[in-house]
């Protein structure tokens, strides 16, 4: 079992920055690969980004690359996504993930593959 605990939503201005953070317990923090997911109303779960057990191994949705980066510290059992150059568009609740295994090929990116999940924290970004 795998607890996931987000943190550091808000309301941001368009072209601003947040950092998200979550935390992990129930399981050793380095045994997991961890992802980003975000929710919009009215909207599918889409994928952002995912990082692998040692950290060497980041992907991300195309809509965020160049924009976000995913990071982990395994001291500290916690996971972060720094959101800079915000969008509008970006507007959703986002979810960590975490699955004991990084899939190949475009299965990384499917919510279906990760068995743990956290509730989730707010991001609005205003134009």
């Known amino acids: 079992q795998v607890q996931l605990v987000e943190s550091g939503g808000g309301l941001v201005q368009a072209g601003g920055s947040l950092r998200l953070s979550c935390t992990a317990s129930?399981?050793?923090?380095?045994?997991?690969?961890l992802g980003w997911f975000r929710q919009a109303p009215g909207k599918e779960r889409e994928f952002v980004a995912v990082?692998?057990?040692?950290?060497?191994?980041?992907k991300y949705a195309d809509s965020v690359k160049g924009r976000f980066t995913i990071s982990r510290d395994n001291a500290k059992n916690t996971v972060y996504l720094q959101m800079d150059t915000l969008k509008p568009e970006d507007t959703a609740v986002y979810l960590c993930?975490?699955?004991?295994?990084?899939?190949?090929?475009?299965?990384?990116?499917?919510?279906?593959?990760?068995?743990?999940w956290g509730q989730g924290t707010q991001v609005t970004v205003s134009s």
């Open positions: 990082i692998s057990k040692s950290g060497e191994i980041t």
């Open positions: 129930g399981r050793t923090f380095s045994s997991v690969v």
């Open positions: 993930a975490a699955d004991g295994v990084l899939y190949s090929g475009s299965a990384y990116s499917r919510s279906r593959n990760y068995d743990y």
